[in-house]
T-cell receptor, first 115, second 115 residues
């Protein structure tokens, strides 16, 4: 069964450093998402992406965040200058179709620790 | 704004007994409701969804959920719990925005099934 994969599983970085989190969505999916979950808190939407454009973003997704689909398979989330409060589990998701009734398939997550 | 509440942080049930994990929602517009399960070190796995039609929806692993519009609830149920059902369960709601169709998650409920 096809799965969304994410690398690395755990990333430790120093405050102020740039990090890139990588995701490989399911191959025939066209819609991509990033969510994050701070320890003990809810899963929160960050951004959705389609046709090489951001289609929606939350208030969390400020100028220090960016997303990119650099090739036909990868989908990345970049945090330019990490802060302590960026420490969280970051989940990538993809869906085949748009429309509110189409389920999203999630990867296992990358745990980001900012020191 | 849309929101989801899962009033119980943890639900304990004996194996073989029925289980219920509660979810209530608040949206303006038609809700599309989802349940996801998260096993340790795994991503969120889709269980079931309500779009329209029959208020009782059936999903993976013998789970079902009942949509109740008047009570704005979407409780997850299973007639006979298994120890392997022990996991973290998330309810989510989706409402069409201009684009992107972000998911809004509840805080999660940890289900513990004891032998």
């Amino acid at each position: 069964e096809p799965e969304v994969t994410q690398t690395p599983s755990h990333q430790v970085t120093q405050m102020g450093q740039e990090v890139i989190l990588r995701c490989v969505p399911i191959s025939n999916h066209l819609y991509f998402y990033w969510y994050r979950q701070i320890l003990g808190q809810k899963v929160e939407f960050l951004v959705s992406f389609y046709n090489n454009e951001i289609s929606e973003k939350s208030e969390i997704f400020d100028d220090q965040f960016s997303v990119e689909r650099p090739d036909g398979s990868n989908f990345t989330l970049k945090i330019r200058s990490t802060k302590l409060e960026d420490s969280a589990m970051y989940f990538c998701a993809s869906s085949e179709l748009q429309g509110p009734y189409n389920e999203q398939f999630f990867g296992p997550g990358t745990r980001l620790t900012v020191l | 704004a849309q929101s989801v509440a899962q009033p119980e942080d943890q639900v304990n049930v004996a194996e073989g007994n029925p289980l219920t994990v509660k979810c209530t929602y608040s949206v303006s517009g038609n809700p599309y409701l989802f349940w996801y399960v998260q096993y340790p070190n795994r991503g969120l796995q889709f269980l079931l969804k309500y779009i329209t039609g029959d208020n009782l929806v059936k999903g993976s692993y013998g789970f079902e959920a009942e949509f109740n519009k008047s009570q704005t609830s979407f409780h997850l149920k299973k007639p006979s719990a298994l120890v392997s059902d022990s996991a973290l369960y998330f309810c989510a709601v989706r409402v069409t925005s201009n684009a992107g169709n972000m998911l809004t998650f509840g805080g999660g409920t940890r289900l513990m099934v004891k032998p």
